[in-house]
């Protein structure tokens, strides 16, 4: 956990960089975490934090989720196969 999350509650895209920040990892980030709380290895608040970082950095107000954010660069592209249907999935999850 240590290594692929900030103290932040960011996911890491490696476990040594932050960097760039995707909407397909928060996704993925949020998906494992529901089940690692069913096994009662992380906490429901730490998957909470993880989502609330994805929707304060990456939702766009036009209703989708924004591709990716890198130190210098913001894509906001729509990309529904690799973005929003996993994000949309993990908000099943959390629901």
Do not use: C
Not at 2 to 7: L, R, S
Not at 57 to 81: A, E, H, I, Q, V
């Amino acid at each position: 956990m240590k290594n692929f999350f900030t103290e932040d509650y960011l996911p890491k895209y490696f476990h040594d960089k932050l960097y760039p920040l995707d909407g397909q990892n928060f996704a993925q980030a949020v998906q494992t975490l529901f089940y690692l709380n069913k096994l009662n290895y992380v906490e429901k608040d730490f998957l909470h934090k993880v989502f609330e970082n994805a929707d304060k950095m990456l939702w766009n107000n036009k209703g989708y989720y924004n591709y990716m954010k890198s130190k210098y660069f913001f894509y906001k592209m729509p990309m529904d196969r690799w973005v929003n249907a996993p994000m949309y999935l993990a908000l099943s999850y959390i629901a």
